[in-house]
C-alpha cells in the first residue's frame, strides 16, 4: 500500500459524469481519494452519502473529494446519482488503480480506504478502516474543524 510521504500514483479514469479525469490535473488542491469495496452495499452507501453531504463545505476550503471502486462506468453513474454525490466517482474495472495504490483485496474488490493528498501530489496520511465511519470523520478532522493532521 502506498504509504505517507510517498507520491500519489496517477491514473486517468472515467468517472460517474462519463467524463476522463486525470488526478494530476488536481495538482494544487488537497484531494481526499477515497476507496470502496463495492458500490450499492450498506458501507459503501454510508460513505459516499456521508462524502456528498461534506463535499460542498470541503469545496469551500479547496478540497477536492474522488471516489474509486472497481466497479463498471455505468453502475458508478447510478451509484453517484443515488448517492447525491456531486464529486467524481471513478470506475476502475480493470482495477489498475486499485493495484497502483496497493488496495486491491482478496475478493479482487478494493479495500477501504482512503488518501489524503496534498497540493503537490504527496500521500499526507492515510486512514484504513473496514468501517465507513473513520474515513469521512478524518476528513472532517483535518479539514474543517481545525485538528491538526497526522503524517
Same mark, same amino acid.
Given at each position: 500500500m502506498i504509504a505517507a510521504g510517498a507520491p500519489a500514483p496517477d491514473f486517468e479514469a472515467v468517472t460517474s459524469t462519463g467524463e476522463k479525469l486525470r488526478?494530476?490535473?488536481?495538482?494544487g488542491?488537497?484531494?481526499?481519494?477515497?476507496?470502496?469495496?463495492?458500490?450499492?452495499?450498506?458501507?459503501c452507501t454510508i460513505e459516499t452519502k456521508k462524502f456528498a453531504d461534506l463535499s460542498p463545505e470541503l469545496?469551500?476550503? %479547496?478540497?477536492v473529494v474522488v471516489g474509486v471502486?472497481?466497479?463498471? !462506468?455505468?453502475?458508478?453513474? !447510478?451509484?453517484a446519482a443515488d448517492c447525491h454525490a456531486g464529486f467524481p466517482i471513478v470506475a476502475d474495472s480493470d482495477k489498475k488503480i486499485a493495484e497502483s495504490y496497493g488496495v486491491l483485496g482478496t475478493f479482487k474488490m478494493a479495500k477501504r480506504?482512503?488518501?489524503?493528498?496534498?497540493?503537490?501530489g504527496k500521500v499526507d496520511e492515510v486512514v484504513e478502516s473496514?468501517?465507513?465511519?473513520?474515513?469521512?470523520?478524518?476528513?472532517?478532522e483535518r479539514f474543517?474543524? %481545525?485538528a491538526p493532521t497526522k503524517g
Open positions: 488526478l494530476s490535473s488536481l495538482k488542491k488537497p484531494v481526499v481519494l477515497y476507496f470502496y469495496p463495492k458500490s450499492f452495499t450498506t458501507g469545496a469551500k476550503h %479547496g478540497v471502486s472497481v466497479d463498471d !462506468a455505468a453502475t458508478q453513474k !447510478a451509484f480506504v482512503t488518501f489524503f493528498i496534498d497540493a503537490s473496514m468501517r465507513p465511519g473513520p474515513h469521512t470523520e478524518r476528513a472532517t474543517l474543524t %481545525g
